[in-house]
């Protein structure tokens, strides 16, 4: 008979029920002497395994999928059962099974996030809490030594940054911003995906043939960088344009994820016509601009926001529509200047000068930024401030989906990140883990979100 069950099918027992719960993407000897101790302090152990939709440790993980995990932990001659948890926290199989004991690792004695809510619910249902003395390991300090792929300059740069207490400043400044207004501004674009499988070449035409399969559509631009922030900050204003949107159709050879082709619907949309900006502006503690050059940002707009702007970040893309013709020089003195590598280029007319000089030196002659940030996609991110200069920070992921809104991700969530912190170090830190998140998957699918984030940023720094 399988160990392995489903919650649906558990049935109330006589005996006294240890719970103990967890992902064991990485099965080890402090998983081990764990469940052990945990079956010792009861009768009949059930273990839960966090579903893999909500293992929230970044890209690639986990490294095994739940059912893999599941037969694993089942293996165990300690363990009596196993099911599979498809929620965030325990609470679902708390409330099903109404463990006499639920078990958790000394490591979280002190309490704080999910846990104390499990704890809670546990209590709720008649049973108590333990913690046990056994020595502990971490999966993800092992993964991340042992079988993630990164550069060495990666490893070095999160080791320091580890020991630096970067988990725990991140968590600080993550809660600085909780109460923030945010207005950001931009176009609306709709972004279509068409996934196709080849057919091949027409015997009469020099095309390649598809067949369109499925097909997703995104609200992309500033509705998709807004949605980044909503878990972030206590309230998100948009200012947008009204009627027909921009839509951009991508095909895709779904086989292997492919772009094969972009068609623009069109390229610009109405200038913007609002007449409350001032207002809309100065009741925000930041303001973030997604300027993707079509039309929406007139001068008037941008001069008004600058002028009445507490916090005022831009970025102004260079797209297939308008390359060359929206430079981040348009926006004179901001806060906050987030621009990708070629757009920085482009803005001091310097095609093969090092980042580093164009973050410190170059963009200053032509823009006057306060805060800067480059991003540089599989090179990670340069940033600079007037206090602390220069600083490169590596890519942490190289599992790249789709690179479509990583940028905008990157700014949405570190504008408001820039107004609160010291240093830019920290706040480029967070966009590249923020990148890494938004890569790794489709188009818009999910947004960047607090809680996956932060757990991310825990795995790197394990």
């Known amino acids: 008979m399988s160990k392995i069950i489903q919650l649906a099918d558990w049935q109330p027992r006589n005996d006294k029920v240890v719970l103990a719960h967890g992902c064991f993407d990485l099965l080890h000897l402090g998983h081990a002497k764990y469940l052990e101790a945990a079956k010792g302090l009861g009768d009949f152990l059930l273990v839960s395994l966090t579903a893999d939709r909500f293992v929230n440790k970044g890209p690639n993980r986990p490294v095994f999928q739940a059912n893999l995990r599941a037969e694993m932990v089942a293996a165990l001659g300690c363990v009596d059962a196993v099911t599979i948890n498809d929620a965030p926290t325990a609470i679902p199989v708390i409330e099903a099974v109404k463990p006499s004991l639920y078990v958790k690792g000394g490591d979280y004695r002190l309490g704080g996030g999910e846990i104390d809510s499990e704890i809670a619910a546990v209590r709720a249902n008649g049973g108590d809490v333990r913690f046990t003395d056994e020595i502990t390991f971490s999966s993800s300090a092992l993964i991340n030594r042992h079988i993630a792929t990164r550069r060495e300059e990666t490893r070095s740069y999160l080791e320091r940054a580890s020991a630096l207490g970067f988990g725990d400043k991140i968590s600080s400044l993550l809660e600085t911003i909780k109460d923030m207004r945010v207005l950001v501004v931009g176009e609306t674009i709709l972004d279509e995906y068409v996934y196709t499988s080849p057919l091949g070449k027409p015997p009469k035409e020099s095309v390649l043939a598809v067949l369109s399969e499925t097909r997703e559509e995104f609200e992309g631009g500033v509705i998709a960088a807004a949605n980044h922030l909503r878990s972030f900050v206590a309230n998100v204003d948009i200012l947008t344009n009204e009627g027909p949107s921009i839509r951009k159709t991508r095909l ?155 940028g905008d991700a990157f700014l949405a969530i570190t504008a408001p990140l820039a107004k609160a912190a010291d240093g830019m170090e920290i706040v480029g830190f967070v966009g590249n883990a923020v990148g890494a998140l938004k890569v790794s998957q489709w188009g818009h699918r999910q947004p960047v979100e607090k809680t996956a984030l932060l757990g991310y940023i825990s795995s790197l720094l394990k």
């Open 252 to 406: 895709i050879e779904k086989s292997f994820g492919k772009k094969l082709f972009e068609i623009y619907s069109s390229t610009s949309c109405a200038p913007c016509e609002a007449t409350d900006v001032m207002e809309r502006a100065k009741s925000a503690d930041v303001v973030i601009v997604f300027d993707f050059g079509h039309g929406f940002l007139t001068p008037y707009l941008r001069r008004a926001l600058r002028k009445h702007s507490k916090f005022l970040a831009v970025n102004a893309q260079s797209n297939s529509a308008n390359h060359g013709f929206n430079l981040i020089t348009q926006y004179q003195r901001p806060d906050y200047a987030c621009v990708d590598a070629p757009e920085a280029r482009l803005a001091v007319q310097m095609q093969t000068a090092q980042l580093e000089d164009i973050a410190e030196k170059h963009l200053h002659d032509v823009m006057n930024p306060k805060r800067i940030a480059i991003t540089h996609g599989s090179e990670g991110c340069v940033v600079w401030d007037g206090k602390h200069g220069t600083v490169r920070i590596p890519p942490f992921s190289s599992n790249v989906v789709d690179t479509m809104g990583a």
